[in-house]
């Protein structure tokens, strides 16, 4: 069965504490891996799309890496405003011929000054 | 560019009670999901549409869940009759020109549904 596990579930920073969430997923046929971020009471906003093993992505204070199995979130030099929700999605093929979207539980980040 | 227009932002129904919501993709986006998340959760995957044709509603509860694209742009949902576990929040999103069918999505602000 095609999943996705996100881990830890909430994690509590100081301001400066580098740190990296970790998405794990098992399916078939991935075609690719999203992470977004979503604070309360709005819609997840797009953060990265990785697409293949080795593959890396950076913006800001974050930086996303992809492995065959896994992806991790590295957040360096936090600040109180990236305290949110991070989500992971895999995109990958279907029973019915097209491509799914599954997300995982998402990380709860908690940034203090 | 004008993102991902919803309505309402919220409802509140009582069970077996119909509901509705709209959703309206940001302009050109070919390909639009409906998605469910319940509180502490991840969303999940009601339906998915290219255009006007549906590409996946696998997990569409179809006893009670409609969906349709008009035109390939707007697109509602309904849910008739309601369910307590119905309550949750709705998210519509669009993804890019061209199809691809991984490209990133962009979300709406959703819509609070709580069913008493």
């Known amino acids: 069965e095609d999943q996705v596990t996100q881990s830890p579930e909430a994690l509590r920073l100081q301001e400066g504490e580098s740190s990296s969430l970790n998405c794990s997923y098992t399916?078939?046929?991935?075609?690719?891996l999203f992470w977004y971020r979503q604070d309360p009471g709005k819609g997840p906003e797009f953060l990265f799309t990785l697409y293949s093993a080795g593959e890396e992505k950076e913006k800001e204070r974050l930086k996303a890496t992809l492995t065959k199995k896994e992806s991790f979130l590295h957040i360096t030099a936090p600040k109180p405003e990236d305290s949110a929700t991070y989500l992971c999605a895999v995109q990958a093929r279907s029973r019915l011929g097209g491509f799914k979207t599954i997300f995982g539980a998402g990380t709860r980040l908690f940034v203090k000054a | 560019e004008a993102g991902v227009a919803q309505s309402p932002r919220y409802k509140i129904i009582e069970k077996r009670q119909s509901v509705a919501f709209w959703c309206n993709p940001i302009s050109g986006h070919a390909t639009l999901y409906w998605y469910q998340q319940i509180l502490g959760q991840g969303p999940k995957l009601l339906i998915q549409?290219?255009?006007?044709?549906?590409?996946?509603d696998s997990q569409l509860p179809k006893d009670r869940f409609s969906a349709e694209r008009l035109k390939g742009v707007d697109s509602t949902l309904k849910i008739q009759p309601a369910k307590l576990e119905d309550s949750a929040v709705y998210l519509c999103?669009?993804?890019?020109?061209?199809?691809?069918?991984?490209?990133?999505?962009?979300f709406g602000p959703g819509t609070r549904l709580t069913v008493l």
């Open positions: 999103a669009s993804g890019g020109p061209g199809g691809r069918p991984y490209n990133e999505q962009f």
């Open positions: 399916v078939s046929g991935l075609r690719g």
């Open positions: 549409f290219q255009n006007n044709g549906v590409v996946d």
